[in-house]
């Protein structure tokens, strides 16, 4: 088709001067945008902070569960009991409770 045209910055501002126009306004550089604004100081504190919230919450929870999960467990705590018992001293022990709640409820 054509050639490009192009002109520097002065060119074209003697070419505007020519023609009337007022001349374009030379920048040394296009300032870049600002940065945006990032979270300000209260913001990040409180992030901080609810961020160790949540990891004091979890440190609590893993503390409770293991804290739970010490001692003896029902089989321990039932053969520990039952030690030494034999069947017939648990039907005697098995009346005796039956007994027990059939006195309460009269």
């Known amino acids: 088709m054509g050639e490009d045209i192009s002109l520097t910055v002065e060119e074209t501002n003697k070419l505007r001067v020519s023609l009337g126009l007022q001349p374009l306004k030379e920048s ?22 609810e961020a160790l919230r949540e990891r004091l919450e979890e440190a609590r929870s893993k503390r409770a ?33 039956q007994q027990r709640r059939e006195a309460a409820l009269e």
Do not use: F
Request: hydrophobic share 30%.
């Open 28 to 49: 040394a550089k296009p300032q870049p945008p600002p940065p945006p604004p990032g979270p300000s100081a209260e913001e990040k504190a409180s992030a901080e902070a």
């Open 65 to 97: 569960l293991t804290q739970v999960g010490k001692g003896k467990s029902l089989g321990e705590q039932l053969a520990e009991e039952e030690a030494g018992q034999t069947a017939d001293d648990w039907v005697d022990q098995s009346r005796a409770v």
